[in-house]
């Protein structure tokens, strides 16, 4: 987005560069390391001049509705305190929802 909306800056440009030099080396399984969410918050915003010590409270409210669903959904469907074990089970809640065009 900090490319189509033409706010990319330093950051944006050197967590770019090393996207590009995580994609040149791939890890010994063959997969590539891809820059994750943080990264890309954390250049986003010191492109827009924000303080890097506010860097945890802007990733928090990324995360947060999709943690209030999650708790939710949580809440909701299952038993509390219950023993997960990740092989027995997959997700069947919501599908993946697009966020619509942007107007220009």
């Known amino acids: 987005m900090a490319l189509e909306l033409e706010l ?14 995580l994609a040149s080396r791939p890890r010994a399984d063959g997969r590539q390391l891809p820059v ?13 001049g924000f303080a890097y010590d506010l860097g945890n409270a802007v990733f928090l409210i990324s995360r947060l509705p999709g943690l209030i669903a999650h708790a939710n959904e949580e809440r909701v469907r299952q038993q509390p305190m219950r ?3 990740p092989k027995d089970h997959s997700y069947d809640g919501a599908r ?9």
Do not use: M, Y
């Open 8 to 21: 990319e800056g330093e950051h944006v440009r050197l967590i770019r560069a090393v996207e590009r030099v």
């Open 36 to 48: 994750n969410v943080d990264g890309a918050i954390a250049a986003v915003t010191a492109d827009l």
């Open 83 to 85: 023993q997960i074990d």
């Open 96 to 104: 993946e929802r697009r966020l619509p065009e942007r107007r220009k």
